[in-house]
């Protein structure tokens, strides 16, 4: 972004990142450039449905709650046991939402 500058001063109220399953590394140029901007709320897009892969799914997490999910390990330690697996579950249904693909013509 050439903007990087002048638009990390602002405080913005919303930030939303479409293709978010696309930021597949925390190091990414896009990952550290939000890290940079002050934000009441973030909100990711996504397409693709979220795999089993808790590295991923961490990474997105870290995204919207930087100051909950701060440590990767410590996510993944937590949520490699069945029991919290199905909480993980549980909570990533109550706070997502299905995409539903369906053509509808007017």
Not at 16 to 24: L, R, T, V
Not at 43 to 62: F, I
Not at 75 to 86: N, T, V
Request: proline share 3%; glycine share 2%.
């Amino acid at each position: 972004m050439y903007d990087r500058s002048k638009l990390s001063k602002v405080d913005w109220k919303y930030i939303i990142i479409d293709e978010a399953q696309g930021m597949k590394d925390r190091e990414s140029v896009l990952a550290s450039d939000l890290d940079q901007y002050r934000c009441q709320r973030r909100l990711l897009l996504t397409g693709t449905p979220l795999q089993n892969d808790r590295k991923e799914l961490w990474l997105l997490l870290n995204l919207l709650l930087p100051e909950v999910f701060d440590n990767r390990k410590a996510f993944h330690d937590w949520f490699s046991k069945p029991f919290q697996r199905k909480v993980l579950h549980i909570m990533l249904r109550m706070t997502g939402l299905r995409q539903r693909r369906r053509c509808q013509l007017y």
